[in-house]
């Protein structure tokens, strides 16, 4: 196991709970490793939304299938956080996963279910991991 992990706890894992889904519902319960974080980028709907994207983190693998290739969407996790906070956001998460933030519990836990984050800001949570596939195919 990795020396660092990343878990996020959306919701109370019960019988419903799942380990792929490509809207998110049902996937109460994900660790992910800092070191696989592609990319972080924010929106605001009328709150700030920050995308946590994390590569090698799905059930399957994208490969080649023929002349094609087969995709897997980048595992990800939305974070809600207050409008207009989505920078300070970002800058603490960043810090966070490279291990520069001070942060005392070894082990990283954003815990919507108690409203507990190792960051400021964050208000809401949901993860999704992919499991449909996207064929990547030249027009020739």
């Known amino acids: 196991m990795k ?14 709970s799942v380990t792929s889904a490509d809207d998110g ?3 109460d319960l994900a660790a ?27 059930r399957f693998e994208g490969g080649p299938v ?16 207050t409008s207009g906070k989505e920078i300070d956001v970002v800058k603490d998460l960043t810090a966070l996963a490279c291990g520069t933030a001070s942060y005392e519990n070894p082990v990283v836990v ?3 279910i108690n409203s507990v984050y190792p960051i400021n800001h964050i208000t809401g949570m949901q993860i999704r991991r992919h499991n449909t596939t996207v064929t990547v195919a030249s027009d020739s």
């Open 3 to 16: 020396t660092k992990m990343l878990i996020f706890h959306a919701s109370a894992v019960d019988s419903n």
């Open 25 to 27: 519902a049902n996937l």
């Open 32 to 58: 992910f490793d800092p070191a696989n974080i592609t990319s972080i980028a924010a929106e605001n709907n009328g709150s700030g939304l920050i995308y946590i994207y994390f590569a090698n983190s799905n």
């Open 66 to 81: 023929g002349s094609a290739t087969e995709l897997l969407e980048q595992a990800f996790v939305r974070l809600t956080c």
């Open 110 to 112: 954003f815990d919507a």
